[in-house]
């Protein structure tokens, strides 16, 4: 039987380093299996401390004796928009986003509790929509449908297209 490590992913990671990873990995021992699942870093932090993962690629882990934590990256995130809106032009406050179409992963993902911190619970979004995926969060996002807080990395290509913008 072949061996086999199960790895979970975060979006971002996934979209981002997977590919090169798991490369290199069949590079260096080409006989592992890999058990792959790509979900929220909360989900998979529940998985890892329960041992139905060997390895994680999240944010926010959870500090536990059992498990050794690595940091890997940094993902730097920012609040996008599509140009058709107008809000790139000058820098933009809580009250400025609440009466758009927030876009974002359910809680208890990192960017909803990135987007819940942000607002401060001064203002409360008026429509807050949660996409699982982060993909098609960046997409209706360009399309214009709202606005959501997105890491870099994953938006760079709408970004460089100027299919998105980044709000100050």
Known sequence: LPKSIRIGAADSFALTYLSSLLERLAELHPEIHVDLEVGFSATLDRKL????LDIAFITQPTDNASVRIEPVLDV?????????LGLHEQPV???DLCRHIILTNPHPSYLYGTMQDWFGGSVVPRRLHT????MF??????DGVGIAILPLIVARRD???????VLE
Do not use: I
């Open 137 to 142: 969060a960046a997409k209706l996002t360009a």
């Open 93 to 95: 406050a809580p009250a």
């Open 131 to 134: 996409c699982t995926s982060l």
């Open 49 to 52: 401390q329960a041992g139905e």
């Open 159 to 165: 970004l460089a297209r100027g299919q998105l913008v």
């Open 76 to 84: 730097e995130v920012a609040w996008m928009a599509s140009p058709k």
